[in-house]
């Protein structure tokens, strides 16, 4: 069947005005097909992992509400219906631009370590790292949540529904339960074995102690009556209230069940919970192209090393470059910007992070030196110094870092509304299926994201950022990202995938404005992700395509089954909102917009990509 082109001004006859203006209608909303990687309308736009969040992202949207508000109600939704990347036991990053200001603000939803956490809570008696899973299934991961006072701050700041109308959909979803689909059944299966280890975990999630049936209904009724418990009460139920107590009480006494293993109690006490804040931070800026990208700051190391490699990026003429070179260039910016995140940064009110210099022009110029158009740098390469003093081309010197264990489990939703509000928000419970602990009764589970610290300094004569410490956040990877062009909104985008979230981001925005492909294209386009490592990850068909020419030049890839699952949402000329998925990864996205004339418009039409920034 042919698909009829219109172009997109003539399809709408609108202007972004008249689009803002236009009252939003519930009825008008049409359904959202299963997981649609792709959708192209007005009135607003959600891009998840999962078509149920979506659907309550576009609902409030379609009601009035701000994309603040879908945000909240969508992650909300995420949390019943992906419980193993996202809900209210974890934390995130919530990045917003507000057409009404022209500001991009950022909430730093991070979890917090104990004040009772040394730098050796992670070493074993004789000083050595623990091993990885046993830190994760323990007490010990579990950082005081962020989430919940995440959604609290973002509605009050940008949203205009209160907490309770924003939990509405999550709670009817939590309460009537959604569809058991394949990724949701894997993903219990893989982490079966931990889930067997703590009782009101396998209770909920093994219900008669089997792998949820693909096809049917799951519910959590548990999680919708703390839902309501937030509603009616505020989310300091969480931090001072009955649930404060109850996720302490689980942390220090994880509830294993019958015959396992104990586990390592955690550190959490009352007052790491009633101490905790989400504050805003200035989220990081650089200019590419002519373009503004914006990103999460410290404690994340997403917006300094996405920008970072851009800036060394922005040396060379990508979009006239053919794919090897550009991607040959991609990987090593990346290796370049990871050795200088994993020697610098950490959470800034534990340690000095140059972040002004990491981000300046001047240093991506002297880090661009070692960038050979024809020979891959030898790996793991030295930190750079950023220190304000820039020559051209200085041999290298300083710190070499290579790349920690860090989970692959998170999930970034994006929203775009008719007036130009962004949000582009990345939540986690760090690895797929968390801590492993359920709060008993309660529905949910518990992060693990305090082993995102290092456990151990690799080399102890240098500075090491990201060691434990009371009330410290562990860096993270998370990339929330913005870009505007002369203050107005062009694109949000983010991913869940550990580290490689910051290589998922950055190959999408190199693939989105230098290679100009449409963003749907740039998000399904098959990836690499090179941290600073010998062998660098890369997908089957990334390495099919190109792996022999970029092996010609030293690339030398792993092949990993897939890398990220990103969302993005896309401002197109003349008034028109793309909202994209994944097509395949992790079981593929779910993109939506309020009035879908996606068929309208076909997926290959030239005007899904205008040019952007001034390449
Ligand atoms: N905990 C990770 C981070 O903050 C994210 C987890 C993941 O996406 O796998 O960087």
Known sequence: MSRRRTTLLALTGLTATALAAAPPSAAAVEPVPEKQPLAIGTGGAVAAVDPDATRVGLDVLAAGGNAADAAVAAAAALGVTEPYSAGIGGGGFFVYYEAATGEVSAIDGRETAPLAMGAGAFLDEAGDALPFAEAVQSGLSVGTPGTPLTWARALEEFGTLSLAEALEGGIRLADEGFVVDETFRQQTADNEEKFRLFQPTAELFLPDGALPEVGSVFRNPDLAGTYEVLAGKGVEAIYTGELAEEIVETVQDPPEAAGAA?????????????????????????????????????????GSTVGEALNILERFPLSSMADVPVLHSYLEASALAFADRNAYVGDPAYSQVPLAQLLSDEFAAERACAVDPVAALDKPTAAGSPDGEYGPCPAEDGPTAGEGAEGLSTTHLTVGDAAGNIASYTLTIEATGGSGITVPGRGFILNNELTDFTFKAADPTRPEPNLPAPGKRPRSSMSPTIVLDDGNPVLALGSPGGSTIITTVLQTLVNRIDRNLDLAEAIAAPRASQRNSPTPDAEPAFIELYGGDLGALGHEFVPVAELGAATGVEYLPGGLLLAAAEPERRGGGSAGVVQDVTGDVGPDDPQLAPELGQN
């Open 262 to 302: 104990e586990v390592r109690p955690g550190l959490l006490e009352p007052v790491d919970l009633a101490r905790y804040d989400a504050p805003m931070r200035e989220p990081t800026r650089i200019d590419y192209r002519g373009l503004e990208i914006y990103g999460m700051a410290p404690p994340s190391s997403g």
